[in-house]
């Protein structure tokens, strides 16, 4: 099983403990661009789709509400990416 498989696996467990880092290793994974926005929101973009998601970056610590884990789940699926 490669790094790919197993992180995408991780995540779709929905865990308590996934961290914002192995998010962007997701998204970049399955072709998103990581553009800063205001504050500690970032947007991902995906070039040949024209798809953007959303992400809070969590702050002070870097683990990943489940609430957003299942949003990005979410537009993922929406977009084919799942």
């Known amino acids: ?27 970049k994974f399955f072709g998103f661009i990581e ?7 970032r947007a991902f973009y995906h070039p040949e789709t024209s798809q953007v998601i959303f992400i809070h970056e969590p702050h002070p610590e870097s683990t990943m509400k489940k609430y957003a884990l299942r949003d990005i789940k979410q537009s993922l699926e929406e977009g084919g990416y799942l």
């Not at 991780?10 to 880092?21: M, V």
């Not at 553009?35 to 929101?41: A, E, L, T, V, Y």
């Open 1 to 27: 099983m490669s790094q790919k498989d197993k992180l995408v696996k991780r995540f779709l467990s929905i865990p308590s403990d996934f961290t914002y880092n192995e998010t962007v290793t997701l998204m």
């Open 35 to 41: 553009k800063s926005n205001d504050g500690s929101r």
